[in-house]
Nanobody
Framework: QVQVVESGGGLVQLGGSLRLSCAAS????????MGWYRQAPGKERELVAT???????NYADSVEGRFTISRDTAKNTVYLQMNSLSTEDTAVYYC????????????WGQGTQVSVSS
């Protein structure tokens, strides 16, 4: 069983930065995708960024150039560096880990709140 735990959320002022962390415990195999999603009040959950076991990254257009996803393979940890934050980035951020045996849906963390104040 894979457990996913996020940390690093909080309140930040407009234009500020935050760094989120996501640690996956247990065996996630050698072929996986780790990513960040977010859900704002009244909106559907949306993709923010992903990184796969080969190191390839993918970003939503809305965060391209402002957010950077990275990983520490030794720690099964993925990070999301968020810069130039806007009020539209306010949401609960969820980490997701997809493994070969659980490719559809994957494992989800409990979420961490990011609030950007103007």
């Amino acid at each position: 069983q894979v457990q996913v735990v996020e940390s690093g959320g909080g309140l930040v002022q407009l234009g500020g930065s935050l760094r989120l962390s996501c640690a996956a415990s247990g065996n996630i195999g050698s072929d996986y995708v780790m990513g960040w999603y977010r859900q704002a009040p009244g909106k559907e959950r949306e993709l923010v960024a992903t990184i796969n076991s080969g190191g390839q990254t993918n970003y939503a257009d809305s965060v391209e150039g402002r957010f950077t996803i990275s990983r520490d393979t030794a720690k099964n940890t993925v990070y999301l560096q968020m810069n130039s934050l806007s009020t539209e980035d306010t949401a609960v951020y969820y980490c997701n880990v997809r493994t070969t045996w659980r490719w559809s849906g994957g494992y989800w963390g409990q979420g961490t709140q990011v609030s950007v104040s103007s």
